[in-house]
């Protein structure tokens, strides 16, 4: 009798195309394209059924170093190709990879809706709130005062910021992590997993133009006192010694840091994290400054129907409903007239 081996498991480096990749040395782009290619053979998703969809912008060379289907589009509308994409062949697994400026600016619009229609594909949005690959203008997700070739005064924008917007838009599912974290493949499975619109926002450093902007957050010295690791059932505690936490004013419908063991305060006071709550989802996502930590991970998760399966079954009820199709009724329905 002839036994059949069992198909060999995928590893990272089947995900990894033969072409050089081109990013300034230093770039976050590499720590994510590394995480993204560690994250796939852990699907259980055909290799030949993955796409990568991008615009313009460094982060959208991806599609050129995954092996894989790919397109390399327009600047602003990667989410129209990938919604069109996932709409003709919904078995295929879309990644959408995108920039601060490539998906904020010129493509807001089309990222308003692909997140509010809940296409089910997941949204890698690389933040460094630079314009890197046209050399360093501000984008909207820039510091206020940030001086660039484009603001030498500084800008006097206010800064975008993506997962709020996501929200106001409709997202079912909003993330964040950072390029170098180790963890940042597990993020990308939860991703993953969420069947609709998942936006993950990464926050990663430019080398060349906006070197360091995320280091009041990110680096080894802070981290501990200045990020804010999210779980779902898990109280909002972070800090060194894990005796800082997050409350609601109930008042203000706002967010305070408190201190564990200080005027009576414990843990039990400690605001739970609920990813179903969207208002707490909201205040997470815009939580930033100095007296604020950032938060990371799966911030908000609450799924509802995909788009693409709506239609599916919206075309289903038609077919059943409808008489068998006529292009020759169809042209002659309605208001028709005679040349002579």
Same mark, same amino acid.
């Given at each position: 009798?002839?036994?059949?081996?069992?198909?060999?498991?995928?590893?990272?480096?089947?995900?990894?195309?033969?072409?050089?990749?081109?990013?300034?040395?230093?770039?976050?782009?590499?720590?994510?394209?590394?995480?993204?290619?560690?994250?796939? *053979?852990?699907?259980? +998703?055909?290799?030949?059924?993955?796409?990568? $969809?991008?615009?313009? @912008?460094?982060?959208? #060379? /991806?599609?050129?170093?995954?092996?894989?289907?790919?397109?390399?589009?327009?600047?602003?509308?990667?989410?129209?190709?990938?919604?069109?994409?996932?709409?003709?062949?919904?078995?295929?697994?879309?990644?959408?990879?995108?920039?601060?400026?490539?998906?904020?600016?010129?493509?807001?619009?089309?990222?308003?809706?692909?997140?509010?229609?809940?296409?089910?594909?997941?949204?890698?949005?690389?933040?460094?709130?630079?314009?890197?690959?046209?050399?360093?203008?501000?984008?909207?997700?820039?510091?206020?005062?940030?001086?660039?070739?484009?603001? *030498?005064?500084?800008? +006097?924008?206010?800064?975008?910021?993506?997962? $709020?917007?996501?929200? @106001?838009?409709?997202? #079912? /599912?909003?993330?964040?992590?950072?390029?170098?974290?180790?963890?940042?493949?597990?993020?990308?499975?939860?991703?993953?997993?969420?069947?609709?619109?998942?936006?993950?926002?990464?926050?990663?450093?430019?080398?060349?133009?906006?070197?360091?902007?995320?280091?009041?957050?990110?680096?080894?010295?802070?981290?501990?006192?200045?990020?804010?690791?999210?779980?779902?059932?898990?109280?909002?505690?972070?800090?060194?010694?894990?005796?800082?936490?997050?409350?609601?004013?109930?008042?203000?419908?706002?967010?305070?840091?408190?201190?564990?063991?200080?005027?009576?305060?414990?843990?039990?006071?400690?605001?739970?994290?609920?990813?179903?709550?969207?208002?707490?989802?909201?205040?997470?996502?815009?939580?930033?400054?100095?007296?604020?930590?950032?938060?990371?991970?799966?911030?908000?998760?609450?799924?509802?129907?995909?788009?693409?399966?709506?239609?599916?079954?919206?075309?289903?009820?038609?077919?059943?409903?409808?008489?068998?199709?006529?292009?020759?009724?169809?042209?002659?329905?309605?208001?028709?007239?005679?040349?002579?």
């Amino acid at each position: 009798m002839n036994v059949v081996a069992p198909k060999d498991k995928l590893k990272p480096a089947d995900f990894a195309s033969d072409q050089e990749v081109r990013w300034c040395p230093g770039c976050g782009d590499y720590a994510i394209l590394k995480a993204v290619q560690r994250t796939l *053979p852990d699907l259980d +998703v055909p290799k030949e059924n993955y796409v990568f $969809v991008s615009g313009i @912008g460094c982060s959208s #060379r /991806f599609p050129y170093y995954m092996s894989t289907y790919g397109f390399h589009t327009i600047h602003g509308r990667a989410p129209a190709f990938a919604t069109g994409i996932k709409m003709t062949n919904p078995d295929l697994d879309v990644w959408m990879v995108t920039g601060d400026g490539d998906g904020f600016s010129i493509g807001g619009n089309h990222m308003l809706h692909v997140l509010r229609r809940n296409v089910d594909m997941q949204i890698l949005l690389c933040n460094n709130e630079i314009y890197g690959l046209t050399k360093g203008q501000y984008s909207p997700t820039s510091d206020s005062g940030l001086k660039t070739p484009s603001s *030498p005064t500084g800008s +006097v924008d206010s800064p975008l910021k993506p997962l $709020v917007f996501s929200l @106001g838009a409709g997202a #079912r /599912f909003i993330s964040r992590g950072y390029d170098t974290q180790k963890n940042l493949p597990e993020i990308f499975k939860r991703a993953h997993a969420h069947k609709g619109a998942s936006m993950v926002e990464i926050l990663q450093n430019c080398i060349v133009y906006n070197d360091a902007v995320f280091d009041d957050v990110l680096a080894r010295d802070v981290a501990a006192e200045r990020q804010i690791h999210v779980e779902h059932g898990q109280p909002l505690i972070f800090g060194a010694e894990k005796n800082k936490g997050l409350t609601l004013n109930t008042r203000s419908l706002s967010l305070e840091v408190v201190s564990i063991g200080e005027n009576g305060v414990s843990e039990e006071d400690i605001l739970v994290h609920d990813e179903k709550n969207k208002m707490i989802a909201t205040l997470l996502a815009g939580m930033d400054g100095p007296d604020f930590p950032t938060a990371f991970g799966v911030l908000y998760c609450d799924p509802a129907p995909t788009y693409e399966l709506s239609v599916e079954h919206q075309m289903d009820e038609a077919k059943q409903t409808s008489s068998a199709p006529s292009m020759d009724a169809l042209l002659r329905e309605g208001h028709t007239w005679e040349v002579k």
